[in-house]
């Protein structure tokens, strides 16, 4: 298969494909001519290193993910390790933007939004709350 064609195969574009093959996740194979000739393995993988972003995981988590799902000595819960650590930083993540959501829910209610020019919003931004207490 040509670029395209595995683009079309895995869903990745074709700018993400050179990506990954310059950082060594996948090594198409060169024809006489010098263009890549990729296998359906290397489709099964472009697929498997796309979905696997598309969860968030990191390049470097995918990597390691990709080792694992081709060493079929591995162990499950060296996989399994890889994704809990994934999920409690997303878990970390979502308590972060929460934490976010209700400041600014705060601020925008404590916000008259009229003619006046106070502005509880850009006094917080300012500090100005911080820097008078």
Known sequence: MNI????RASGLPTKTIRYYEDIGLVRPARGTNG???FSQQDAHKLFFLGRSRSLGFSIEECRTLLSLYEDR???????KAVAAEHLER??????????LQSTLETLVTRCHGDDRPDCPILDDLAGHEVLTA
């Open 35 to 37: 263009y890549r000739e």
């Open 73 to 79: 000595a591995r162990a499950s819960a060296d996989v």
């Open 4 to 7: 395209g064609e595995v683009s």
């Open 90 to 99: 997303i878990a970390q993540k979502i308590e972060e933007l929460q934490a």
